[in-house]
């Protein structure tokens, strides 16, 4: 069985790195078009400018947006402790860098301390 191609609302990867940013915002959902809209601040063009050129970066800006011409690099996004690595896929176009790393882990118990609850004295301490 063949490999499915990859399309982003009807076109394949080729078109949308051909696209520009304008034409490329209208296939995008609202949140994402509006931010788009309204321009880049200094951190995300600083961070277009560099990916433009490396193939990896460290970044803190988790609300930029991942547009086509991302795709195979590698971004280290903070996730407030650490840089997590993301390398961007296909199906990552038009997400935000946040959305890739997550910044709250799972809760993991284990068992109630001493004196948590009645029961928990009559545990064996070692």
């Known amino acids: 069985m063949a490999k499915k ?8 990867l080729e078109e ?8 490329f915002a209208e296939l995008l959902p609202a949140r994402q078009r509006r931010s788009i809209s309204r321009g880049f601040d200094e951190g995300k063009k ?8 490396l193939d990896s970066i460290e970044t803190h800006v988790r ?3 991942v547009l086509p011409q ?10 407030g402790k650490e840089f997590f690595p993301v390398i961007i896929q296909e ?3 038009g997400c935000f860098f946040g959305e890739l790393s997550q910044t709250r882990r799972k809760v993991q118990h284990n068992a109630p301390g001493v004196g948590a609850t009645k029961s928990s004295s009559n545990l064996s301490v070692k």
């Open 5 to 12: 191609l990859f399309t982003y609302r009807g076109k394949s």
């Open 46 to 53: 600083k961070v277009m400018k560099k990916l433009s050129k």
């Open 91 to 93: 199906d990552m176009i």
């Open 63 to 65: 609300d930029m947006i």
């Open 16 to 23: 949308l790195q051909n696209m520009t940013l304008t034409e």
């Open 70 to 79: 991302f795709v195979g690099k590698t971004i280290k996004v903070h996730n």
